[in-house]
């Protein structure tokens, strides 16, 4: 019966201190960490060790269930695993726990709004890029590859693979550069 916590942010310039002394607070003997985007389960390696390591009588603690998930879908598959390995689920800053029926159904309404905040963030963020694009303002982001040195390497002789090994790129943006 051992509480396990998990910190997670999105960005590596934001702080888990916040997260952690909570999670201390909640008496978590175990607090895996991690700076990555909660968009899904892919990358994030603490939260899969946690997975992989609780076990029947545990409760896995976080602050905030998007701290834990950002889809209904994620946050599904999460719970169903926690609740066939019969494993708890706490959020320190809201009324979540799952060993009881008022902490499952707050958890699934949460979930919902999780995923309809990041799907409205999307949304902001396409038409934010498209009026800019309609100013002319918004361009998409500089070209890494120098074109016209790939063609200069081609000129001399060079074959795709020797280009693309000189300048540290892959052979497809060799040939793209090529086509351009």
């Not at 890029?129 to 060079?158: H, M, N, Q, T, W």
């Given at each position: 019966?051992?509480?396990?916590?998990?910190?997670?942010?999105?960005?590596?310039?934001?702080?888990?201190?916040?997260?952690?002394?909570?999670l201390?607070?909640?008496?978590c003997?175990?607090?895996r960490?991690?700076?990555?985007?909660?968009?899904?389960?892919?990358?994030?390696?603490?939260?899969?060790?946690?997975?992989d390591?609780?076990?029947?009588?545990?409760?896995?603690?976080?602050?905030?269930?998007?701290?834990?998930?950002?889809?209904?879908?994620?946050?599904?598959?999460?719970?169903?695993?926690?609740?066939?390995?019969?494993?708890?689920?706490?959020?320190?800053?809201?009324?979540?726990?799952?060993?009881?029926?008022?902490?499952?159904?707050?958890?699934d309404?949460?979930?919902?709004?999780?995923?309809?905040?990041?799907?409205?963030?999307?949304?902001?963020?396409?038409?934010?890029?498209?009026?800019?694009?309609?100013?002319?303002?918004?361009?998409?982001r500089?070209?890494?590859?120098?074109?016209?040195?790939?063609?200069?390497?081609?000129?001399?002789?060079?074959?795709?693979s020797?280009?693309?090994?000189?300048?540290?790129?892959?052979?497809?943006?060799?040939?793209?550069?090529?086509?351009?």
């Amino acid at each position: 019966m051992t509480k396990y916590g998990y910190a997670r942010v999105s960005t590596t310039d934001q702080d888990l201190t916040i997260q952690v002394d909570a999670l201390r607070a909640a008496e978590c003997e175990v607090i895996r960490q991690e700076k990555v985007s909660g968009a899904s389960r892919v990358g994030r390696d603490e939260l899969r060790t946690l997975m992989d390591f609780l076990r029947e009588g545990d409760t896995l603690v976080v602050t905030r269930i998007d701290r834990l998930a950002r889809s209904i879908g994620d946050l599904q598959d999460i719970v169903r695993e926690l609740r066939e390995r019969g494993v708890g689920l706490q959020a320190t800053e809201q009324p979540i726990d799952t060993q009881t029926a008022a902490g499952k159904a707050f958890l699934d309404m949460l979930g919902v709004f999780a995923e309809f905040e990041t799907n409205l963030r999307r949304e902001r963020q396409a038409e934010g890029i498209a009026k800019a694009k309609a100013k002319g303002v918004y361009k998409g982001r500089k070209p890494s590859i120098d074109a016209d040195r790939v063609k200069a390497l081609k000129a001399e002789g060079l074959g795709g693979s020797e280009i693309a090994k000189r300048l540290g790129i892959g052979r497809a943006s060799v040939y793209r550069a090529l086509d351009k």
